[in-house]
């Protein structure tokens, strides 16, 4: 029996769909909760970083919303804990953030007058309170670590007496050295903030943002010997609240961030080593005001998590890798409805992803995207 041209191009279409699949990455999300998480609206579990091994840190909110960190292992084993000056009222506690490759983890907590300490707890629990020199010791003041590299050097900010926001780099042995990008402006609500979670490299380059004294935002890279070079991408928009945000570089110097236009709609950004800027959005990222898409982090193989907010105002998560080639990621029970949804925060070299997603309740659960 002769075969027909269309079932030559039939037989091939299967074979060649047959050959994507079988070659297509495979995906787990495994959903999780912290012991004593709150389960109300604005309660519940929030996974902030990732480290190489698998191993997942983070903080919860419980039914008092109060804040407390964990520690999950690569097996799903929790840790919580609390560190040193934390006060016992709403919106008090330790918040945790940042995780390197021995463990060390970094954040900070927020005594009974709401002053910010930050802190590194090392792999055994043992804790290290991080204050910088010069910060305001008043309530929505003091210090917050964001940041941990492979070497132990800590990145983080600080709020002096006046309200300014400053950068600081603590060395593995302790020695704080404060910075502030020359632009950022001097009064309350403005100067310098690093990128959270991933603002540090291994080679000591720092990536964050600034705000002027007109209270646009601008982006800098401060190189390990204090070098500040300072960027804005084409495109953002120049009143308050808008400009460019630094939101994480990797081992290579790379920087993915976000920005504001003059419509007030977010878009994302990549700026390689040599300062070239890609900006991309993902399909389906809404296009008014308070919308667009949010790159949270990149990894060391270049590819950006983040997550989009859609024209309902619910989010849904994304990796981008180095290629331009973007997957969605929509975790099972994350609501659909106004600031539902799922919100990836960071990723590792092996390619897993943890974040949070909310319910349709509005109450927050973990998750890791391993593939």
């Known amino acids: 029996m002769k075969t027909t041209a269309t079932q030559t191009l039939l037989?091939?279409?299967?074979?060649f769909l047959a050959a994507w699949a079988q070659a297509a990455p495979k995906t787990t999300i495994t959903k999780f909760n912290a012991p004593g998480a709150g389960k109300g609206q604005y309660q519940g579990t929030l996974a902030t970083a990732i480290n190489a091994s698998g191993t997942i840190a983070g903080y919860y909110i419980d039914s008092s919303t109060r804040y407390h960190s964990f520690v999950r292992a690569s097996d799903g084993t929790f840790t919580t804990f609390q560190a040193p000056h934390v006060g016992s009222s709403k919106y008090q506690g330790t918040l945790a953030y940042a995780i390197n490759s021995s463990g060390e983890i970094v954040g900070f907590s927020v005594d009974s007058s709401n002053v910010l300490h930050g802190f590194v707890r090392s792999s055994s629990g043992t804790f290290t309170t991080i204050n910088a020199p010069h910060a305001g010791t008043k309530a929505g003041q003091g210090t917050s670590a964001y940041g941990i590299n492979s070497s132990g050097e800590i990145v983080g900010q600080y709020v002096d007496t006046a309200g300014v926001a400053h950068?600081?780099?603590?060395?593995?042995?302790?020695t704080i050295t404060e910075f502030s990008a020359k632009g950022a402006g001097t009064a309350s609500g403005q100067g310098t903030r690093v990128a959270e979670t991933d603002g540090i490299d291994d080679s000591g380059e720092v990536a964050g943002q600034y705000s002027d004294s007109s209270g646009v935002a601008h982006s800098f890279l401060r190189s390990s010997i204090g070098t500040i070079t300072e960027f804005s991408v084409s495109g953002a928009g120049k009143n308050s609240a808008q400009g460019t945000h630094a939101t994480g570089i990797n081992k290579s110097g790379e920087i993915s961030g976000v920005y504001e236009d003059s419509n007030g709609v977010t878009h994302s950004f990549v700026r390689e080593t040599n300062g070239t800027i890609t900006k991309f959005n993902v399909n389906g990222a809404g296009t008014i005001i308070g919308e667009g898409t949010y790159g949270e982090n990149i990894s060391d193989a270049g590819t950006v998590s983040g997550q989009y907010t859609d024209s309902n105002d619910a989010y849904h998560g994304f990796e981008r890798t180095s290629g331009g080639t973007v997957t969605k990621i929509n975790v099972p029970g994350a609501?659909?409805?106004?600031f539902q949804g799922t919100i990836p925060n960071d990723s590792n070299v092996n390619g897993a992803i943890t974040g949070l997603y909310i319910d349709s309740n509005g109450a927050y659960h973990g998750f890791l995207l391993t593939q």
């Open 167 to 174: 950068g600081f780099v603590r060395s593995a042995s302790g």
């Open 11 to 15: 037989f091939l279409a299967i074979y």
């Open 335 to 338: 609501g659909a409805g106004t």
